[in-house]
């Protein structure tokens, strides 16, 4: 009983270690460049090894929890069997509702440990410390509503002596991509994270030129990739386990992770204009904002049980948090976009509609025109 109680005290015990090193880091990182404490501001990167730390601690508990059977944990009685072949058990952890968000905490942190060691020389960069900012609060978003309202450690009702579990959908134990779908998937939702962030602190620092694109081309670049290889991997499953209409019948999870993919196409070729040309600074702004913003929406329709999809979740009690959050980003970035807008105000000028710049402009509005269809 000791060891079953342990799996769920130090999952419990990492996810409060993110939730509380993100507010913290978001509070004192935040005063500190305020303040011009670049001391204060370089201790960001302490923060974001810790939530990697925490993140780690969590996820390993969970595959302990599933691998020992741990059915006194409430999330383990709903995927865990004993007749679940090894390699799907370690994709068990994401196949429900709270794994899945497990897995966005531990991608996240990667990537906020991954800017913090990418930018170790410019910690004290205000630019810098607002990203950090910025990340530590989506972590904190997403520890909360991990460590609150979709625990994966929660503890389950008591069960008789033998009990064997369920074990995860069968759809997800006859192929060998659920094991690189959906981490993959991941790492193109969350990936997006960094560019925004940057595109927030170039709007609170006023450095909104083309230097903060120089800092996050190859992070948009990464994350479209991941993006395009796990929608790609998804098709790739579906058909194989569904059949040919399995991805293709306009499934409305499948559309979810289109969206931002979408956006993002557009994002990558435009921001080449403004790089050569200053032009198209709102736009990319927007286009931006749009991606990461269709990413927690494609969250929401995925998890929230709005929707009737074998891709997607059952209902669970985190589409509030969502939508509430999807709001906030909408607006706030909105809101710096209207308070910078003197200087977002582009140099150059576009010479005529059939110039190269002509060109991706119109790319832009198919793809952005296909998001909104």
Known sequence: MLAVSLNAALGNAGLLVVLAASVVGALSTGLAIATGNQRGVRQASAYAWLILAGALVSVIAMQRALEMRDYSIAYIQDVGSSTTPGIYNVAAMWSALEGSLLLWVLV????????????RKRASDPLVGWALVDMFVVSAFFALITFGPANPFAAGPTVPVGFDGPGPNPLLQDHILVNFHPPILYLGYVGFTVPFAFAIAALITGRVGEGWLMETRRWALFSWASLTIGILLGAWWSYEVLGWSGVWAWDPVENASLLPWLTGTAYIHSVLVQQRRGMLRVWNLSLLIATFAL?????????????????????????????????????????????RGDRLRSPGVMDSPLSREGAFLANNLVFAGLALV
Do not use: E, P
Not at 307 to 325: K, P
């Open 295 to 339: 990413t927690i929406l494609g969250t929401f329709l995925t998890r929230s049980g709005v929707i009737n999809s074998v891709h997607a979740f059952a209902a669970g009690q985190i589409d509030g948090y969502l939508l509430g959050f999807f709001g906030l980003v909408t607006i706030v970035s909105l809101g710096l976009i209207a308070w």
């Open 108 to 119: 996240l942190s990667g990537f906020t440990a991954a800017v913090a060691w990418r930018f």
